[in-house]
């Protein structure tokens, strides 16, 4: 099955991704399951048996309070499995923060980081996205 969602990487989450996949060998892997399993099925949803197509809402995103409109969803997965941290499950410490762009079907990777190093996501990052995504689409 093809994915409704495209997906892009901002250069501050590639050099977090490149940091941690020396420590987390399967991480790659990792995301990709984390883009069907979650962010998919949370924003885009699964058809059911009667071709309906309803969103799963299976507790590993959470909405970050603050930067949220109607186009545009600021989210953290905070249950991301990481087959590299054998035992952990869901609970591998991982954390992705993500745009989701509710109109264009977009996830804009902005941050990814192992709880063990950092408690929080970085808000300024998140502000400086919004301030160049906005100076983007300015005319």
């Known amino acids: 099955m093809?994915?409704?969602i495209s997906y892009e990487e901002t250069?501050?989450?590639q050099?977090?991704?490149k940091g941690l996949i020396k420590k987390f060998r399967s991480l790659k892997d990792d995301l990709e399951l984390a883009k069907t399993a979650a962010i998919e099925l949370y924003h885009v949803?699964?058809?059911d048996n009667a071709g309906v197509l309803r969103k799963i809402d299976n507790q590993s995103i959470f909405p970050i309070a603050g930067?949220?409109?109607e186009e545009l969803l600021i989210c953290k997965i905070k249950k991301f499995a990481c087959k590299a941290l054998k035992g952990r499950g869901s609970k591998s410490g991982i954390r992705i923060v993500y745009a989701f762009h509710c109109?264009?079907?977009r996830v804009d990777f902005i941050e990814i980081y192992?709880?063990?190093n950092k408690e929080n996501e970085n808000r300024e990052r998140i502000k400086e996205y919004l301030k160049n995504l906005s100076a983007a689409s300015a005319p």
């Open 103 to 105: 109109n264009s079907l």
């Open 15 to 17: 050099k977090d991704f």
């Open 11 to 13: 250069p501050e989450f």
């Open 45 to 47: 949803g699964r058809a």
């Open 2 to 4: 093809t994915s409704k």
């Open 67 to 69: 930067f949220c409109t």
């Open 114 to 116: 192992f709880k063990g």
